[in-house]
């Protein structure tokens, strides 16, 4: 008997508690979201040494790792890649109905991803990004670099030592820029092998190629020339086509075009070509200097690079 008045009175406690809950289950869910909810917590943390601190009309640097909206979003995974981290875990919200959704487009947009990577230092770019999530709004972006650490040792030493004969104190930043440009594809060869053959013989697709091997594809030619264009401390970032990468330049409250791999052809007999027609020129007059095939090439999204939509 005292057993089951026991039992009762134990029952009938938690019936009172949950009579309670339901009756002020709003205040309880506030006192969650403010006090016990992990997404209150997260910070960014240490950045590293290539951090840009630098804000573009496409993506922003951000404190606030509650997204509200996509562009919240986007904003989280650049500054996240911009820190130079490889891993990021930060949470949706019940307020944000959309942001598992948005998470889903996000992750599986890797147009999208190129070009949030393109703001960022080619050292915290990515060459492989994962977003992993689950339903109760835990989402962590896993970051694996373009560049490892002794290929950036040996590439930050042989601009310390280029650095004194290309980039000259006192003098313009477009000749110094130019001085850059010259040495690059007069020391580079269009490395076609790679480019239709998919031979990974050279290192072409990054600054290793171009710098130490004497051989570059688009990607190789825009990453080498971003490190001295951010030895120089020119705001930059680089511009993605389908098939396609240079640089975009901000030089005199202007936005320019700057693409090396065009200014450095191989001809059909093999030949190769060294110009200028690609040298710090704005969005009219790269349309202006397109072949056919060029054209196609620099079909850019402007959406994504709305610095150069009027430029």
């Known amino acids: 008997m005292k057993r089951l008045i026991k039992l009762l009175f134990t029952c009938g406690i938690f019936m009172i508690l949950l009579g309670i809950f339901f009756c002020y289950k709003d205040q309880v869910y506030v006192y969650v979201d403010q006090y016990l909810s992990p997404y209150k917590y997260v910070v960014l943390g240490d950045v590293n040494e290539y951090y840009r601190d630098q804000d ?23 500054t996240a890649i911009n820190a130079g981290k490889e891993s990021f875990t930060f949470y949706c919200t019940k307020e944000y109905k959309d942001c598992f959704f948005d998470i889903q487009d996000i992750a599986n947009d890797q ?37 490892s650490e002794k290929q950036i040792t040996e590439i930050n030493q042989e601009i310390d030592r280029l650095a004194p004969e290309l ?17 690059i594809i007069s020391h580079t060869v269009y490395d076609t092998a790679r480019a239709e053959h998919d031979d990974t013989t050279y290192e072409s697709d990054i600054a290793y190629g171009p710098l130490f091997q004497g051989m570059g594809i688009c990607g190789g030619y825009t990453d080498l020339m971003q490190l001295f264009l951010e030895r120089m401390n020119v705001k930059n970032f680089r511009v993605s086509s389908e098939n396609h ?6 030089l005199n409250d202007q936005w320019y075009h700057l693409d090396l791999t065009w200014d450095d052809p191989v001809r059909d007999d093999g030949v190769q070509t060294l110009g200028d027609d690609y040298f710090l020129i704005t969005t009219n007059q790269l349309l202006e200097v397109d072949t056919d095939e060029q054209k196609e090439d620099h079909k850019f999204n402007r959406d994504h690079y709305s610095e150069l939509k009027e430029a």
Request: no cysteine; proline share 5%; glycine share 2%.
């Open 245 to 250: 990468v240079w640089n975009a330049v901000y």
């Open 167 to 183: 980039i000259l104190p006192d003098h313009p930043l477009e000749e110094n820029i130019s001085r850059v440009h010259n040495y």
């Open 56 to 78: 573009f009309l496409f993506v922003q640097n951000t404190k606030d790792f509650v997204p509200k909206n996509f562009q919240d979003l986007k904003n989280i995974y650049y």
């Open 111 to 147: 147009d999208l991803l190129s070009d949030i990577n393109n703001y960022v230092h080619p050292y915290n770019g990515f060459s492989h990004i994962e977003t992993e999530y689950d339903t109760a709004g835990k989402i962590t972006i896993k970051i694996e670099k373009r560049y």
